[in-house]
């Protein structure tokens, strides 16, 4: 049974104009999401800039206001309350930025930086806290004499790394990772990834993994749900949606990752042009008179994908 | 962007209301009224008390306060109880003057300020920079009264090349060439001390601004296409750091006021500032507020003069 | 120089950057040549000097803290000795360039007529009514709907890929020989890349220019380069054609990066991690073999002392000898 429910989350914003500056119009920048979340699993969310995927991750921490529907959190309804600065659901679901640099308060050390988790949620005495401290830099892999130093003396990899373990200590069960190695190199991408799946296995996480990088998240997820225009267009676990795309969308994604295969470049390009015309061609089938995205439809049980007359099947 | 005018000037009538209400208790807290300077010794007690009476200034504060706002509404601001004049008149005619010595003193202070900003930032810490940059930092720290008594004193006493008060020589006819001559003589040594102490802002901005411009990539694309690098100043550079100077236009406005109560006191001059000191000095309460309503309106009309340039010269910005 | 297919002959290029008042290697010892009618890669991660060497063949470095030396030949001159007044009538001309941030590298303030134009004033004798007519029809050849209406429109008027095809017109003007692309579509979405790179491809082969395409991807390497070159703490370490380099890496860090880059069949298994981070400009190792500390569990004498490039099959270079014994550290023992 999922821990932590997701309906129909929405989050608007009013465009203003006219004479008295009233409200014209919305950006429906996340317009109905609905998900859940299992113990251990990572859930991928995946689309091309603007379409609303950070808006999510932010609404589900409480970092941009909900318009409407409801998290619910181990059957608690969490959204929106002012939440005690002590709440469970603050504690327990925590975020990994893309900017490592910018997160981090230049000015503090590193061992102030971890502990305000702790002194948030714990009643750890000072010695206990340095104690985890410690435990924490060990479990990313950094050494102790870390902690006297600051954000800016380590590298970009690095300083990602002591985000994680910012997020861990507390020992959370949900962390939100909004592009996490999106600005890290490849080798060091590799490290940030590995750990995260260490530490996954190791204390039952789950990740919401906020991502552009369909590679990555094939890599990292179990569930997948791709997001176009504030909505999902196809939902499903990581084999069926690549494996079997249903949605006009997702296949126009999937065809236009670069591949390291130089000798078959010639066969995908002819592939994706013809899939870059289909999208061009079958824009009705898959988008209402309005351009919005179809509510999703069930194709297997785990599989949905937003277009009228989804055929099951499979 | 009409509309939006439009409704920055409806915006403006709430401030000012709220402003001259400040403004008016303030002005009423302050010790003495303007009858206190004409009491002597010889003064009837019972005349002033008439006088006071008549003027209504025994009424509570917000009968004044309606009895002149009601008036102001309906576009009349008074009568100054010195002049004994409709306060529209007497600004009227100081206006003209402030209106010239702030023309005058905006151009220098562009004059001035463009050419060493822009020379400043091309030619980063070198000799000149640092010059430039010592020079602005000494006009920022010297007091207006200052130099003003100072450039008075030399080239006004000492050298006698400029006229130490007013604002043109009575004896010629109005109309003529020299009696122009003589008006723009009379502006023009307050306006250079002015303009020499207005000009730190522009000139640290604009050094920045063309410093941090160079290191913009489209810099680099325009290198990139084989541009000369003059051109790549004047197209690209210059252009783009101008732009805030541009919109800071109508701040400069706020300044040229504020700057002119000094000025105006220590050459003499016959404007709005000097107006505004000697109306605080003989507690003339209407002239006072309306005034302070006028810079009140100016200062507001300024920040909407930034708006509307930068929404002209910058296409990035659109008011609708 | 040999053959009349090549276009541009880098010959020991060194570019140096003061620190304090030391001169520190960002590209040390680089020598490439660009041939008509091909994309040539330079792959690497950030710091490698990369883009630092795509700057210093347009010579666009501040001439205070930089220093160039080796050659960069080009129609028999060398563009490392000419004069900012002499690269002006190259640059642009014969090179043209593509950056990174196509919002960020058009100036705001002007119409993109202007932007394109401004090339074609200072190195074609065109008439106005020309010059216009050219815009127009780069527009065009870029894929830009309604050029007429883009021409008088303003950057921050078109989406990202829009922009990009600006800048590729930019580039395109005087329709210049060589291309350089700075990681010209990192800024984009995988949608937008895709087709950026088929454009530039396309356009490469239709006016047979060659293009330098600096980037850190090696998946875009692969869909668009001829032939690639690794670059690593300021050296090119390995060169081949693109699809010799992806089949047969040889030297340990193409191997290690290759395997590091999670794909599309890797759930699962944990991906390559190189030990140790990139050496900074300051902590460069001067002499040995750059990338052997982090590979420590490599032999030492299996590196050379001052390594050079070998030519291991036609056309393929790799610099250093510790490729031959090289294993990743857990599969033990000697597999190569």
């Known amino acids: 049974m999922s821990f932590m429910q997701i309906k129909d989350l929405c989050v608007h914003y009013p465009i203003r104009g006219g004479f008295f500056n009233t409200v014209v119009d919305q950006v429906y920048a996340v317009d109905g999401i609905t998900m859940e979340f299992d113990k251990g699993k990572t859930y991928g969310l995946v689309g091309e800039s603007g379409c609303g995927k950070s808006t999510t991750g932010k609404a589900i921490i409480g970092l941009e206001r909900i318009t409407s529907g409801s998290i619910i959190y181990e059957g608690e309804e969490v959204t929106n309350q002012r939440r005690k600065r002590n709440s469970a659901y603050n504690r327990d679901v925590q975020m990994i930025f893309q900017d490592s640099h910018s997160s981090m308060n230049p000015r503090k050390r590193v061992s102030d930086i971890l502990a305000e988790p702790i002194r948030n949620f714990t009643n750890m005495t ?150 870059e015309k289909d999208y061009k061609d079958k824009q009705h089938n898959y988008y209402d008179e309005n351009g919005k995205v179809h509510p999703l439809q069930p194709i297997t049980d785990t599989h949905f994908v937003a277009m009228l007359n989804a055929e099951g099947g499979n | 962007m009409w509309k939006t005018i439009l409704r920055r000037f409806l915006v403006m009538i709430p401030q000012l209301f709220i402003l001259s209400l400040i403004v008016f208790i303030m002005a009423k807290q302050m010790p003495g009224d303007p009858f206190t300077g ?209 919109a800071f236009f109508g701040f400069t406005i706020t300044g040229l006021l504020g700057g002119s109560i000094f000025i105006e006191t220590v050459f003499g001059y016959p404007g709005m500032g000097q107006l505004f000191v000697q109306s605080i000095q003989s507690r003339d309460y209407s002239v006072i507020t309306a005034l302070v309503m006028l810079f009140g309106f100016l200062t507001l009309l300024g920040s909407l003069l930034s708006d509307i340039i930068m929404s002209i010269v910058d296409p990035r910005i659109r008011i609708d | 120089m040999s053959g009349a297919n090549e276009l541009l002959e880098i010959k020991n290029l060194s570019t140096s950057f003061r620190i304090k008042d030391d001169f520190f290697p960002a590209v040390d010892d680089v020598s490439l040549t660009l041939k008509k009618n091909e994309i040539l890669a330079i792959v690497g991660e950030s710091g490698c000097g990369k883009s630092t060497l795509a700057t210093s063949i347009v010579g666009l470095h501040n001439p205070n803290n930089t220093k160039v030396t080796g050659e960069i030949n080009y129609k028999g001159k060398n563009l490392v000795t000419m004069t900012d007044e002499q690269f002006n009538n190259v640059r642009g001309a014969d090179i043209g360039f593509i950056f990174q941030d196509p919002l960020s590298a058009l100036n705001p303030l002007m119409k993109i007529e202007q932007q394109i134009e401004e090339s074609l004033i200072y190195h074609t004798k065109l008439a106005k009514a020309e010059r216009q007519a050219r815009v127009l029809q780069l527009l065009e050849q870029v894929g830009i709907p309604n050029p007429p209406r883009v021409a008088q429109q303003f950057p921050h008027q078109l989406s990202g890929g829009m922009r990009q095809r600006v800048m590729i017109a930019i580039a395109l003007a005087c329709k210049p020989p060589i291309i350089i692309a700075d990681e010209p579509t990192t800024a984009l979405d995988v949608t937008i890349q895709a087709q950026i790179l088929d454009l530039l491809k396309e356009l490469q082969a239709e006016t047979e220019s060659g293009i330098i395409l600096i980037t850190h991807d090696l998946g875009v390497v692969a869909e668009v380069a001829d032939r690639v070159a690794v670059m690593y703490a300021g050296q090119v370490i390995e060169e081949a054609p693109v699809v010799e380099l992806f089949r047969n890496p040889k030297h340990p860090y193409t191997r290690s990066l290759l395997n590091s880059i999670p794909q599309m069949n890797s759930e699962g298994d944990k991906l390559n991690v190189i030990h140790g981070i990139v050496p900074s400009l300051k902590n460069l190792p001067r002499t040995g073999c750059r990338f052997s500390p982090r590979i420590p569990w490599i032999d030492r004498a299996t590196h050379e002392d001052n390594p050079t490039l070998h030519e291991v099959a036609p056309d393929h270079f790799v610099r250093c000898t510790c490729w031959k014994t090289f294993h990743f550290e857990d599969e033990g023992g000697s597999v190569q």
């Not at chain 1, 861990?168 to 949900?174: D, E, G, I, R, S």
């Not at chain 1, 296995?201 to 590679?215: A, K, P, R, V």
């Open chain 1, 126 to 275: 000072p010695d206990e806290e340095r104690r985890r401290i410690n435990e924490l830099l060990a479990i990313v892999g950094m050494p102790e004499d870390a902690k006297h130093k600051y954000p800016h003396e380590f590298s970009g990899g690095q300083r990602q790394r002591l985000g994680i373990a910012r997020a861990v200590a507390c020992n959370p069960k949900l962390i939100i990772a909004d592009e996490p190695v999106s600005a890290l190199d490849l080798s060091v991408q590799a490290q940030v990834l590995n750990f995260m799946q260490d530490i996954q296995d190791e204390y039952g996480l789950s990740y919401l993994f906020i991502s552009h990088d369909l590679g990555v998240v094939k890599h990292m997820c179990d569930d997948i749900a791709i997001m176009y225009r504030g909505r999902f267009v196809e939902r499903g676990t990581s084999k069926e949606i690549y494996a079997d795309p249903r949605h006009i969308y997702t296949h126009r994604l999937l065809s236009a990752i670069p591949n390291i295969e130089p000798e078959t470049r010639l066969e995908r390009k002819v592939e994706r042009l013809q899939v």
């Open chain 2, 38 to 246: 004409l009491i002597t010794p010889e003064t009837d007690a019972n005349r002033i008390a008439e006088l006071r009476e008549e003027a209504g200034l025994n009424d509570p504060i917000v009968v004044q306060y309606y009895n002149w706002i009601s008036g102001v509404v309906q576009g009349d601001l008074g009568k100054s109880y010195t002049y004994k004049r409709s306060v529209s008149s007497i600004i009227g005619e100081r206006a003209y003057n402030t209106f010239l010595l702030s023309l005058l003193s905006a151009i220098l202070v562009y004059l001035i300020a463009i050419p060493l900003g822009v020379l400043a930032g091309r030619y980063q810490n070198s000799f000149l920079d640092k010059s430039i940059v010592l020079y602005s930092f000494l006009s920022y720290a010297i007091p207006t009264f200052v130099l003003s008594l100072i450039f008075l004193f030399l080239f006004g006493y000492q050298f006698e090349w400029f006229p130490t008060s007013g604002t043109v020589d009575v004896s010629l006819e109005p109309g003529t060439m020299d009696y122009y001559w003589s008006k723009f003589y009379h502006i023009l040594l307050p306006s250079i001390t002015f303009a020499l102490l207005g000009t730190t802002s522009i000139i640290q901005y604009l050094r920045t601004e063309i410093i941090d411009a160079s290191g913009q990539d489209y810099v680099k694309t325009a290198r990139s296409k084989g541009i000369p690098m003059r051109k790549v100043y004047s197209r690209h550079i210059f252009r783009n750091s101008l732009l805030p100077i541009a």
